[in-house]
């Protein structure tokens, strides 16, 4: 009877964590929802990346632009 309560109440905090743990996915990518956990790590070295070809495009542009 104590094993069953303890399994129900292990299971409730388990799955209370999942759902903490996919809300801070959540707003940490502004609201869009990652269920992939491989993506979850993979995705801000992509985004990292675009930001970064982006700012080398607009600094070439200026140095362009200047000299």
């Given at each position: 009877?104590?094993?069953?309560?303890y399994k129900r109440?292990?299971?409730?905090?388990?799955r209370k964590r999942i759902v903490w743990n996919e809300s801070m996915?959540?707003?940490?990518?502004?609201?869009?929802?990652i269920y992939n956990f491989r993506y979850d790590f993979l995705e801000p070295l992509f985004l990292i990346l675009k930001f970064g070809v982006v700012i080398a495009l607009i600094?070439?542009?200026?140095?362009?632009?200047?000299?």
């Open positions: 009877m104590g094993h069953k309560k109440k292990y299971n409730h905090k388990k996915i959540a707003h940490r990518y502004d609201g869009k929802m600094l070439f542009i200026i140095y362009h632009f200047f000299i």
